[in-house]
């Protein structure tokens, strides 16, 4: 009987993830497990594959830190409109929404029938074999009639990175792709794409200090196992590194007889003129490798020698590329307003970081360049963030623009959806008008401090993003220019019927705690919706949450639509001298906070509110997962040295918000004052102790506080 997709990806989710690849191999250090290749090549010669059958792919295999999705994506898009008679296939991870995004063919992922089908063949011929590869372990003879019985988890099958890599090829086998290019899923030389023996073409894009407890903790570490997908005779195109990383990739180049073509950062003028589809000056340097990549392609394979620093017919491709997670233009002709106005577009980019600021800044800048005459446009910042120091620094970068950009409006908006007395279901009551408008009053202040000749009349504040949104849109009616709206600091927020909030919530601590226990831990799996979430092992960790989300429950109303936040806290156990400097006490200060921000709504009552609400929860908790994993891997700095190898090094609460202390004042005792309890609103209204990790902290703000993340 022929899979569904989805009983396609509840198989796939049956095997362990890649996370827990990682787990084993971040406790092993930065010695990797050696056997991974040959335990691939083993796989795909039990599913009808030998390495050398991969070649009639063509294959392009990209691996980098920074950009080896996005270069991956040029290098389709580009080699694609070059010329739409090659079959291109793509191969990335992670997903954004549907696992079948990993794979496209001619840069579309594939349908939910050919991911069903084609991962039915893999799991059936896994299945297949499954009794001589069981045998084949030398396990007992009890533990081997228990797994052949199903009575065992899949350590017949590979795990979840490595599965969809079996799937992926064997689609790409299938469907007759003239290229197949292949983005490295950690490190390189002992990645499961490394099965492939003879690749068209190599790229490496920068390399970083990414995944350390793996590769290893320096430049040259790393670099090693970026470097070694470069197979012997085959051309490699590598942007430009530090010294010490561009030595091992010479090196290792130098060691196969690989042809090295070396990118620069100076030689970003040859796309002075060309538009590329992503938006920043790091996508520029990944269109330079996505470009030489094509051109050694089609040199090898179509005979086409190119003399042109970019050719006019790459650029089609380089302008016509999309990748998820980037910037989003949105006319209003798009949206539910469009009975209103025709003038109106939007600039959505959900950036918080300084980072990403910066990009966001870089892209609407390109933008503007097609204006003619300022005269034309009508443009207006809509600026969303929930906290007001983090905010006031972030903001910088935004009015840095300001000479070039010239806002007309400013708008700060709460992140709080739906104004009162939209409907019934979308009425929000929980949130005193101090605290709507203090983060923004606060923001207005800085804008006018950063920008001081900026109209303070068209300074404006608002209580709801659906406010922020009126007033665009009222603009415009009342406008014959075009309006531009640039929405940016916007955090993820999820809105969410009450029968899901449980779920959703706990598999967010668990998120944030898998990547935050910086212990030794064995990786689990949690089902929420239709996603598996990898969580600790930790019975101490899975107690705490349990407690919570239960809180949490206990304290948003049933009948009406309800805001309500949790806030998490990891601190650091410092030893504090007294006044008399004769003793020491223990002192906890906190290094990290993340809130979440969930807007609750009753269940709802037609089939279809169902199916439409599932859908939108399921891809608001993929979209908050992905928001995690963002923050976890660009925010390390500020982590405080581990000190003690006896337990949990850092401390952590939960705080919930309580019908009888405002957040406000939570939030500040938290982090501010020495308070060893939080006050919940259980049937005795008392407060709970937290003696196993009281949050005591300074008297005043600590200065360690370098990084506060939050997910809303």
């Known amino acids: 009987m022929a899979f569904t997709y989805k009983e396609a990806v509840e198989k796939l989710n049956s095997l362990q993830s890649n996370a827990a690849l990682l787990e084993k191999l971040r406790q092993a250090g930065p010695r990797m497990n050696e056997k991974s290749l040959p335990e691939m090549r083993d796989y795909f010669k039990r599913i009808g594959y030998e390495p050398k059958d991969f070649d009639k792919l063509n ?83 009890q533990d081997t009639k228990e797994i052949l019985r199903n009575t065992r988890e899949h350590p017949d099958k590979p795990i979840y990175f ?38 068209v073409v190599c790229g490496i894009t920068a390399l970083g200090l990414d995944h350390v407890t793996v590769l290893g903790n320096t430049i040259d570490q790393i670099a090693w196992h970026k470097s070694g997908i470069i197979k012997p005779n085959v051309p490699v195109v590598a942007f430009e590194q530090v010294p010490a990383a561009m030595e091992v990739v010479e090196k290792r180049a130098q060691e196969k007889n690989a042809p090295l073509t070396v990118l620069h950062a100076r030689d970003v003028s040859k796309l002075d003129g060309v538009e590329i589809g992503l938006a920043g000056l790091h996508q520029k340097y990944n269109a330079l490798t996505a470009i030489e990549l094509v051109k050694i392609w089609l040199k090898k ?33 798009e949206t539910k307003y469009s009975a209103l106005c025709d003038n109106l577009t939007w600039f959505l980019d959900g950036a918080h970081t300084v980072e990403s600021l910066s990009t966001c800044a870089d892209w609407f800048k390109n933008v ?67 605290e709507v408008t203090l983060v923004q009053q606060e923001l207005a202040a800085s804008w006018k401090q950063q920008v001081p000749y900026f109209d303070t009349d ?36 999820m809105a969410l019927p009450r029968d899901q909030a449980k779920d959703v919530l706990r598999g967010l601590l668990h998120a944030i705690f898998f990547h935050r226990l910086l212990i030794n831990v064995v990786p689990r799996e949690l089902r929420v919706l239709e996603t598996s979430v990898s969580i600790t092992d930790s019975e101490e960790v899975q107690n705490l949450i349990e407690e919570k989300v239960s809180d949490f429950m206990h304290n948003t109303s049933p009948t009406q639509v309800k805001q309500g936040k949790v806030a998490l806290f990891f601190y650091e156990k410092r030893l504090k001298k007294n006044w008399f400097q004769f003793s020491k006490t223990e002192e906890f200060v906190c290094w990290e906070q993340w809130v979440i921000t969930l807007n609750l709504a009753p269940p709802p009552t037609s089939d279809q509110e169902k199916t439409r609400s599932i859908k939108s929860a399921e891809n ?93």
């Open 368 to 434: 503007q360049k097609k204006v003619t005459s300022n005269d034309e446009v009508l443009r207006v910042l809509v600026f969303n963030c929930t906290h007001g120091r983090d905010a006031a620094r972030l903001l910088e970068i935004i009015s840095g623009i300001q000479s070039d950009i010239k806002f007309d409006h400013v708008i700060f908006s709460t992140n709080i959806t739906f104004k009162q007395g939209y409907t019934a279901d979308n009425t929000n009551k929980t949130v005193t008008l101090e």
């Open 620 to 712: 608001q908790f993929r979209q908050c997962l992905m928001k995690i994993l963002e923050i976890v891997n660009e925010s390390k700095e500020h982590i405080p040295s581990i000190t003690t190898t006896d337990g949990n090094p850092f401390p952590y609460q939960i705080a919930i918000q309580s019908q009888t202390e405002s957040w406000n004042s939570i939030m500040k005792r938290m982090i501010v004052t020495d308070a060893p309890s939080i006050a919940t609103n259980s049937n005795n209204n008392t407060a709970i102790p937290t003696s196993s990790h009281p949050p005591h902290n300074n008297s005043s703000r600590p200065n360690s506080i370098k990084s506060e993340r939050r997910m809303s």
């Open 59 to 141: 294959l392009i295999h990209v691996t980098g830190t920074k950009g080896k999705g996005s270069t991956s994506a040029l290098t389709q898009a580009t080699l694609h409109h070059y010329d739409t008679s090659i079959k291109t296939g793509l191969f990335t991870s992670p997903h954004l929404v549907a696992v079948r995004e990993r794979i496209r063919i001619n840069g579309v992922p594939i349908s939910e029938e050919l991911y069903a089908k084609y991962t039915q063949d893999v799991w059936e011929r896994l299945e297949a074999t499954k009794e001589e590869a069981v045998r084949a372990m030398n396990l007992s003879e």
């Open 301 to 333: 394979m179509r005979g086409v020698d190119f003399t042109e620093d970019v050719p006019e017919s790459f650029k089609k491709g380089l302008k016509l590329v999309t990748w998820p997670g980037r910037g989003q233009e949105l006319n209003v002709r």
């Open 458 to 493: 068209n300074i404006h504040t608002v209580p709801t993003i659906e406010d922020a949104v009126d007033f665009a849109v009222e603009l415009a009616k009342s406008n014959s220019k075009q309006v531009q709206v640039l929405t940016t600091g916007s955090l993820i927020m």
């Open 162 to 199: 490595r599965f969809l890599t079996l799937v992926a090829l064997h689609t790409f086998i299938q469907e007759k792709v003239d290229c197949a290019i292949l983005e490295v899923g950690v490190g390189g030389e002992y990645d499961s794409t490394n099965i492939i023996e003879r690749p």
